[in-house]
């Protein structure tokens, strides 16, 4: 008998535009998976590496420097610099202001997760549109037509939010129109939490995790419409809930992380699960080697650079990484680690051809560079 059944929604995905109208989509193909979609494992065999411990405690979130109702237009560019870790010089530095205004007062002020191109010239961004409901959209930025024809990452930081904040208000001047022309609006949709955006660099396909759940799914988005096409419903086991964010290397391998809450594994030991996620399946295993110390009190990401074969955790304020090449067998040394200023929330982390990170940050929404490589 087949792992999964195949089976169109039922159900109509109904989305919102941003204009006001409502729009019935056509239906994604689902698929339901039958068994444990996560191998087998034998408890007594998992270890963890003790790597060096900078872990961040919760705090309240502050926002940028100068980011108020009157400082929304900040024309210079911010800083997040390291202040603690083995990874001994880091600074992010304001490469994009994000809109935070879109048709309402505040609606896009929300992104929960990233995807970069490698080239960097295109972003995606998944923006969770109302505080408690599931409800977001993507957005999809040509940033090397904005870059090379608005300079809004040198000389006129301010052009794209005061490109969408006119449309919320009807005063678009010619420019703002041309600007709007390079940021592509998707429908809404119900997007789970939001924080698991992440292309497949192997085929290019776009998937985000709908339910971190026990009864967990996750959902391709296409890169035309911005809205979900397909959906697999799965289990990976009765007591193992997927985590709430997802990342794929070089090779389509998938990622994601989730924290013990202890149990057969230490307290806040980081848990690694790697897997495919197929055309009509998932397959993951859990790494028999997890991380003693997490970077920080809350899951916020995970990501991928291609250019050194590394994972990174992103928690707010800390990151940690580790090389692929050297997963279940890593030494103390392996594991990197650093920790930032600022007490911003941190939104997701994403990597270019060269190696450089992007960071994507809240209050207000905007996308920081890295001055030098980590």
């Not at 972003?123 to 409800?135: D, E, R």
């Amino acid at each position: 008998m087949k792992k999964w059944q195949r089976q169109l929604s039922a159900v109509a995905l109904t989305t919102v535009l941003g204009l006001g109208g409502v729009v019935t989509a056509a239906s994604a193909a689902t698929y339901n998976q039958k068994g444990n979609a996560l191998a087998n494992y034998n408890v007594k065999k998992y270890k963890t590496v003790k790597n060096k411990n900078y872990y961040q405690k919760a705090y309240a979130y502050q926002a940028a420097p100068n980011y108020n109702r009157g400082g929304l237009y900040q024309t210079k560019p911010g800083t997040i610099k390291r202040t603690a870790g083995t990874v001994k010089t880091l600074k992010f530095k304001t490469n994009v202001y994000l809109p935070v205004t879109y048709a309402t007062s505040g609606d896009w002020g929300n992104p929960q997760s990233e995807v970069l191109s490698k080239s960097g010239k295109t972003l995606y961004t998944l923006v969770m549109l109302n505080k408690g409901t599931q409800t977001g959209r993507i957005v999809k930025y040509n940033l090397g037509k904005l870059r090379s024809k608005f300079n809004i990452s040198t000389t006129n930081m301010t052009a794209l939010r005061r490109a969408t904040y006119d449309k919320s208000v009807n005063q678009l001047t010619a420019t703002d129109r041309q600007i709007l022309k390079y940021v592509k609006v998707g429908p809404t949709f119900n997007a789970g939490h939001g924080q698991s955006l992440a292309q497949n660099p192997k085929t290019g396909e776009l998937w985000f995790v709908g339910a971190a759940a026990v009864h967990a799914n996750v959902q391709r988005v296409s890169t035309k419409t911005l809205k979900p096409n397909k959906r697999i419903n799965f289990t990976l086991k009765s007591t193992v809930a997927m985590g709430e964010n997802l990342t794929f290397d070089k090779k389509g391998n998938a990622y994601f992380y989730t924290y013990s809450n202890g149990g057969w594994a230490p307290k806040n030991t980081l848990k690694i699960y790697k897997g495919k996620i197929n055309k009509k399946s998932v397959k993951f295993h859990l790494i028999m080697q997890g991380l003693r110390h997490n970077p920080g009190w809350k899951s916020q990401s995970i990501a991928y650079n291609a250019k050194n074969n590394r994972l990174y955790f992103v928690s707010n304020s800390s990151i940690s990484s580790v090389p692929v090449s050297k997963l279940g067998k890593l030494k103390a040394k392996d594991v990197k680690a650093v920790k930032l200023s600022g007490k911003r929330e941190f939104e997701g982390l994403q990597f270019d051809k060269k190696g450089a990170g992007y960071l994507l940050v809240n209050r207000g929404s905007e996308i920081l560079k890295t001055t030098n490589k980590f």
